[in-house]
């Protein structure tokens, strides 16, 4: 006797195992990909250690340290949003999409496991990132005055909102590699893809700095991706942000989720 139904579940984390596999060994043998994980690790610690040895308490003691000691991923992400656009345009611009697509017909559990892939690989570059990052403001920062007579603690990971901030900058990186991710679906064209989403992350703060009415100006550090998404790497001075830290993670994820909803739709409607 047969049972379909056994038989398909059964089946479905066979081709979910395969279908991760096959976009690990995909993302792993272009060269690029090594070399953008390294830049974003290596742009964000640099930039964060270089942060953490010019700023000079009492100059600005009312710097908040750990959010100082993460200045990097601002430009870290740079690299890691290149990362994820590639990994999708990449197949169109070799026509390896047409393979991609006859191996796995459902484009949807194709896009969920580059998604995944993407996710992995990031988080754990991200981690190594904040980590550094958080290190050389451990050891830089006590050196420019921010010491307990100035009424600073060395950064340290038993203290809950350095936590909070770190693991919030992990997430808002693979967050950032899940916009990309799902620009580039949508856009197919790696060029187009990463203007939009880098213009979207370093343009759109700018105007809104440039509007001079306060409420839209607000509104905008309120809801562009990266103004509301770093809002996690606050620590102090939380009741006047625009937006809180969780909230303001939950906003880019939002824009993640609808850049992947949108390429995603357009992945199923359009031909290879």
Not at 60 to 77: H, N, P, R
Not at 178 to 188: H, Y
Not at 189 to 206: K, R
Request: hydrophobic fraction near 55%; charge should be positive; aromatic fraction near 6%.
């Amino acid at each position: 006797m047969s049972w379909p139904g056994l038989v398909r579940w059964s089946s479905a984390p066979e081709a979910a195992r395969d279908a991760l596999h096959a976009e690990w060994t995909k993302l792993r043998t272009v060269p690029s990909t090594g070399w953008l994980l390294l830049s974003a690790i290596a742009l964000t610690v640099g930039v964060s250690a270089l942060t953490t040895a010019i700023v000079k308490c009492p100059a600005s003691c009312g710097a908040d340290t750990t959010k100082v000691s993460l200045t990097g991923i601002e430009l870290g992400q740079a690299a890691v949003a290149v990362l994820a656009v590639l990994a999708m345009s990449s197949e169109y611009s070799s026509s390896m999409i047409r393979v991609t697509l006859t191996a796995m017909p459902r484009r949807s559990a194709m896009l969920a496991a580059k998604a995944a892939i993407v996710t992995g690989v990031v988080l754990a570059a991200g981690a190594l990132a904040v980590l550094g990052s958080l290190l050389a403001g451990r050891l830089f920062l006590p050196g420019n005055g921010f010491t307990a007579a100035h009424g600073f603690l060395p950064l340290s990971l038993y203290h809950a909102p350095t936590v909070r901030a770190a693991a919030g900058s992990v997430l808002y990186l693979a967050l950032i590699a899940l916009f990309s991710l799902g620009v580039a679906t949508a856009l197919r064209d790696s060029g187009v893809a990463i203007t939009v989403v880098l213009g979207l992350l370093y343009v759109l703060p700018v105007i809104g700095g440039l509007i001079l009415n306060p409420h839209w100006e607000r509104r905008f550090q309120r809801y562009s991706p990266m103004n509301a998404g770093l809002a996690i790497q606050a620590t102090k001075g939380l009741g006047k942000l625009p937006i809180g830290p969780w909230e303001g993670l939950g906003v880019l994820a939002a824009w993640a989720l609808a850049a992947l909803l949108a390429g995603g739709l357009l992945l199923r409607l359009r031909d290879a």
